[in-house]
């Protein structure tokens, strides 16, 4: 099993930056990827970024080159550093864990609300 806990939302304004955090433990040494996923009211979650255990990165096609993902091995945790925010990115964020079982794990999500 692997737990994933996320932080760092909140409410920003058009055009900031925010950072979130997604921290693992439990069986890590089974994570293949990890990513970002998100759901905005009335649509279905999405994958935002993923990032491998060997650092290959992807991207939706409507955060590149506005968000980054990287992760920190030592501390068990994936960023999603978030600039130039608009109104469209307002969503619930979750973590996700791809375990080499092929098991997805989720965590609960982090609210991000950008204001225009």
Same mark, same amino acid.
């Given at each position: 099993q692997v737990q994933l806990v996320e932080s760092g939302g909140g409410l920003?304004?058009?055009g900031g930056s925010l950072r979130?955090?997604?921290a693992a433990s439990g069986s890590i040494f089974s994570i293949n990827a990890m990513g970002w996923y998100r759901q905005a009211p009335g649509k279905q979650r999405g994958l935002v970024a993923r990032?491998? *255990?060997g650092g290959t990165t992807n991207y939706?096609?409507?955060v590149k080159g506005r968000f980054t993902i990287s992760r920190d091995n030592a501390k *068990?945790?994936?960023y999603l550093?978030?600039?130039s925010l608009k109104?469209?990115?307002t969503a619930v964020y979750y973590c996700n864990a791809e375990a080499s079982d092929t098991r997805q794990?989720?965590?609960r999500g982090t609210l991000v609300t950008v204001s225009s």
């Open positions: 920003v304004q058009t979130l955090s997604c990032i491998t *255990n939706a096609d409507s *068990n945790t994936v550093q978030m600039n109104p469209e990115d794990y989720w965590g």
